[in-house]
């Protein structure tokens, strides 16, 4: 199978560790560090998303445990998705989903050798910008071109949203911090203007796969 890449709609940034790959935990510095952030996004924008990743999560299962039945092992059992309603303390729908992407800033190929993942950014007007001098926070509004990626483990079978585009839409924090090919993202004219630097990180190789927003292709195959 080959892979599927999706834009978001315009979203609020939760927790967003975009300037600099996270190190903070071993899984992560494994990786090289770890882009991730969470995006809010309101219920009637987030479900036509939700129902591609839905029917992709669906297809992936279909093969994957036709697999196992091929080979007489169990089938696999769904596991917990990266995106999810979310909830008041009260168990009610807020009317808001959450979804969860991420990044490793490191992988190594089949030849064992070691290359280095590349992040773009583009700013409202869909400019590209570099490495950027302002952080990223929490509050932010932005909108995530991702890749779906399949696995399966013992404990089950999901889909991961692999970051591979950022658009900065709107800034919450201004404070000092920190590609090329199609862009998947709209224009924004109220947008903020970001103050950019080099290209994200040194020596950086864009192991991105050519794709587009419009891509009907699905997950990628392989071993996860």
């Known amino acids: 199978m080959k892979l599927k890449a999706l834009t978001t709609p315009r979203g609020i940034a939760v927790y ?19 882009w991730h952030v969470d995006l809010r996004i309101p219920e009637e924008q987030a479900l036509p998303i939700v129902e591609k990743l839905e029917s992709i999560l669906k297809e992936w299962m279909k093969v994957k445990n036709a697999e196992q039945k091929e080979a007489k092992r169990k089938p696999y059992k769904r596991f917990n998705t990266p995106w999810e309603q979310i909830e008041d303390e009260e168990g009610n729908p807020t009317g808001d989903y959450l979804f969860k ?24 007007q869909r400019q590209t910008i570099g490495k950027l001098t302002d ?43 920190g590609g090329g090919g199609e862009n998947p993202f709209d224009t924004f004219d109220d947008g903020d203007a970001i103050t950019s630097a080099a ?16 891509a009907e292709t699905t997950v990628l195959d392989g071993d996860f």
């Open 16 to 34: 967003p560790h975009l300037n600099e790959p996270d190190t903070k935990f071993d899984s992560q510095r494994a990786k090289g560090g770890e």
């Open 135 to 177: 952080i990223i926070g929490g509050g932010s509004e932005l909108c995530i071109h991702f890749s779906v990626r399949g696995w399966a483990s013992p404990l089950g079978i999901s889909v991961a949203l692999d970051i591979l585009k950022v658009q900065v839409v709107k800034l919450a924090s201004h404070e000092g911090g």
């Open 101 to 124: 992407f991420k990044r490793g800033a490191q992988w190594t190929d089949r030849d064992g050798n070691l290359r280095t993942n590349k992040i773009e950014f583009v700013d409202a």
């Open 199 to 214: 290209d994200h990180g040194p020596d950086a190789e864009d192991d991105t796969p050519a794709c587009e927003d419009t």
